[in-house]
């Protein structure tokens, strides 16, 4: 069975920095795209970035509000992901969920095709 | 900007069927946006329905199946249960690589 256990959360200063991290357990971790999804108190879900399986290039994506301050980054050795978040601020105030996400072929490129199994989440708060 | 449409709230009458819907503020969802579908209740985390369309993953019931209806993705409830009753999220990714989520709808079971 497949379990992700995210951990690290925590009430961070704005302008702060924070690493939390994911363990994965139950499937081949090297072979999976890993993403991270967030949802602020009583909001939807914002996807944040992914990193891809070292056989897809490891390559990592990242959505707009986060890019150049977020980095998304994977140990296979101990079958973690991480997220190291810098310059906080109260718009990133979230729970923080880690997915497993199923890579399809369209147009003959690989992509994401849906986030499969998720975490139960860390709430990061950013308050002064 | 891209915006990801869905009903902000929805009902359905215990062991009714009922349908989702998932569009784009300009343009047709196609099998190429990859849509999904997510369940959530209150203080849990997100369940995956549907990926791709029309995969569910092991485990859900096929009262739950994903389609594209129109120029719209869609997600059919059929037997509609009491703890159905939750908030459903569609997303779907672009070219870039970006997924985008609905602002989710909000299932009521009476």
């Known amino acids: 069975e497949v379990h992700l256990v995210e951990s690290g959360g925590d009430f961070v200063k704005p302008g702060g920095s924070l690493r939390i991290s994911c363990a994965g357990s139950?499937?081949?971790?090297?072979?999976?795209?890993m993403s991270w999804v967030r949802q602020a108190p009583g909001k939807g879900l914002e996807w944040v970035g992914r990193i891809k399986s070292r056989d897809n290039g490891g390559t990592t994506d990242y959505s707009a509000p986060v890019k150049g301050r977020f980095i998304i980054s994977r140990d296979d050795f101990t079958d973690t992901l991480y997220l190291q978040m810098t310059s906080l601020t109260s718009e990133d105030t979230a729970v923080y969920y880690c997915?497993?996400?199923?890579?399809?072929?369209?147009?003959?490129?690989?992509?994401?095709?849906?986030?499969?199994?998720w975490g139960q989440g860390t709430l990061v708060t950013v308050t002064s | 900007q891209t915006v990801v449409t869905q009903e902000p709230s929805v009902s359905v009458s215990p062991g009714g069927t009922v349908t989702l819907t998932c569009g784009l503020s300009s343009g047709s969802v196609s099998t190429r946006y990859f849509p999904s579908w997510y369940q959530q209740t209150p203080g849990q985390p997100p369940r995956t329905l549907i990926y791709?369309?029309?995969t569910r993953p092991s485990g859900v019931p096929d009262r739950f199946s994903g389609s594209l209806l129109g120029n719209k993705a869609a997600l059919t409830i059929s037997g509609a249960q009491a703890d159905d009753e939750s908030d459903y999220y569609c997303?779907?990714?672009?070219?870039?690589?970006?997924?985008?989520f609905g602002g989710g709808t909000k299932l009521t079971v009476l």
């Open positions: 997915t497993t996400e199923v890579s399809g072929i369209m147009g003959g490129q690989t992509s994401g095709a849906g986030m499969n199994h």
């Open positions: 139950g499937f081949t971790f090297s072979y999976a795209w």
């Open positions: 791709s369309t029309y």
């Open positions: 997303g779907l990714y672009l070219r870039s690589g970006d997924v985008i």
